[in-house]
């Protein structure tokens, strides 16, 4: 059980902090949500590393219209019984079934790691709504390790949220920090991390997602 207010130990320095303090939400049309918790996770240097250099990363390749193409990140994914490849990771799941289980319902019970090497590799507008995310709410929590990227959002194009004056917003989501999508948001807004020519290292996105979810 996670103790509120206290920093856990994951193992190998990492810390995760508390959820009852120092989350930012904010509201988006449609009944979307986003939570930020600048630098969730303390002392994250050495778990970086760790998930950089020792998981089995995978490069994936995909159908596009009549070719094949590179997917733009190496993805990396642990189904409902893996166990997760650092304790603090289970530290951090634990910390957000405590605070959202009571909104959410359920817990968070997959894990999906991305890693974007440098400005050149990006994910493109999407929702996470190949399973229940089309038609329910839910939520998606995200820890940013390494290098800050843009998490880009825009209400989805002829959606309930693609109203007048709903544009596109960002957060910069840098080493430790959590951002979690929440309500509507997987159907009603899509989200990115697009490419940039600024040099930028490489960063680490751990996608925490309840069941059925992806
Ligand atoms: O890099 C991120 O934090 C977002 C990744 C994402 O949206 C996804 O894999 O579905
Ligand atoms: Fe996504």
């Known amino acids: 059980m996670y103790f509120q207010g206290s920093l856990l130990d994951g193992g190998a320095g990492a810390t995760v902090g508390p959820l009852d303090r ?14 930020v918790r600048p630098g969730w996770v303390g002392g994250a240097d ?56 009571p909104d959410l319902g359920e817990p968070f019970v997959t894990a999906g790691l991305c890693l974007y090497r440098d400005g050149r590799d990006s994910v ?7 399973g229940r995310g089309r038609s ?16 880009s ?3 989805r194009p ?25 309500g509507s948001c997987q159907r009603t807004w899509d989200h990115a991390v697009l490419k940039t020519t600024k040099p930028v290292g490489p960063r680490i996105s751990v996608q925490f997602r ?5």
């Open 46 to 101: 050495g778990l970086f590393l760790r998930l950089q250099t020792e998981l089995p990363w995978r490069a994936e390749r995909r159908e596009m219209y009549d070719s094949t193409v590179d997917v733009p990140r190496l993805l990396c994914s642990y189904g409902v019984r893996d166990p997760l490849p650092d304790p603090v990771l289970q530290v951090a799941r634990d910390a957000l079934d405590d605070h959202y289980g």
């Open 124 to 130: 493109a507008w999407h929702g996470d709504r190949i």
């Open 210 to 214: 309840p069941a059925g979810v992806l």
């Open 153 to 155: 959002l825009r209400p």
């Open 158 to 182: 002829g959606g309930p949220a693609d109203v007048p004056g709903e544009r596109s917003i960002g957060f910069v989501v840098g080493h430790g920090d959590l951002l979690v999508m929440g």
């Open 136 to 151: 329910q709410d839910t939520m998606v929590a995200i820890v940013s390790l390494g290098a800050p990227r843009r998490l």
């Open 22 to 35: 120092g989350l930012q939400r904010r509201e988006l049309a449609g009944g979307a949500w986003v939570d």
